[in-house]
């Protein structure tokens, strides 16, 4: 089955960084605009960067990410990576990729992101 895979969270101290990884099984990410999004408990699923399906691969960002978030494509490897940076408790959530506007059955099981001391 065609899916998207995240992977990277773990728990880090406010101030430090995760890179995640959305892999594309079956779905070639290469020509598709993919963005990042995340949840928390009781909140809708927000937005949070997404890269151009262009060659250009412009990049946009929430504000709340912007300056410490990146996003950034390995066509040759099929995969989107979300380096975060100076991460803050308030980054604590789920994170899942997909393509943007989302397909409803690419939203996998996302990567769990703790951000405490």
């Known amino acids: 089955q065609d899916r998207l895979v995240e992977s990277g969270g773990a728990l880090v101290r406010p101030g430090g960084s995760l890179n995640l990884t959305c892999a594309g099984i079956?779905?070639?990410?290469?020509?598709?605009?993919v963005a990042w999004f995340r949840q928390v408990p009781d909140k809708e699923r927000e937005w949070i960067a997404e890269?151009?399906?262009?060659?250009?691969?412009?990049?946009d960002y929430r504000d709340s990410v912007m300056g410490r978030f990146t996003i950034s494509r390995d066509n040759a490897k099929n995969t989107v990576s979300l380096q975060m940076n100076d991460l803050k408790p308030e980054d604590t959530a789920i994170y899942y990729c997909?393509?943007?506007?989302?397909?409803?059955?690419?939203w996998g099981q996302g990567t769990q992101v703790t951000v405490s001391s």
């Open positions: 997909n393509l943007f506007p989302p397909r409803h059955d690419y």
């Open positions: 890269i151009s399906r262009n060659v250009e691969g412009e990049a």
């Open positions: 079956g779905v070639t990410l290469q020509n598709q605009t």
